[in-house]
C-alpha cells in the first residue's frame, strides 16, 4: 500500500511541476512529450526499487480472520 502511495505521490508531483512549466513556456512540446514518455518508466523502475527483496503481498478481497476448520 505504502508503494502505491509513493508511486502516486511521484505521478502527482510530476504532473503539478510539468504542466505549468510547458504552459508558462518553459519547456517545449518535444521536450513534454519525451518526459511524459519517461513518466511511466521511473514509476515501474520506482516500483521495483520498492519492492526489491519483498515477497509479494497476498491479494484477498476480505480481511476477515481465517474461518477454524471443521475437522
Request: hydrophobic share 55%.
Amino acid at each position: 500500500m505504502i508503494f502505491d502511495i509513493q508511486n502516486l505521490a511521484w505521478a502527482a508531483g510530476y504532473n503539478i511541476l510539468a504542466i505549468p512549466a510547458v504552459v508558462a513556456g518553459k519547456v517545449t512540446l518535444a521536450l513534454a512529450a519525451l518526459l511524459m514518455a519517461l513518466g511511466p518508466v521511473s514509476i515501474v523502475r520506482n516500483a521495483l526499487r520498492l519492492s526489491a527483496g519483498q515477497p509479494p503481498a497476498p491479494r484477498t478481497l476480505c480481511r476477515c480472520p481465517p474461518t477454524p476448520s471443521l475437522g
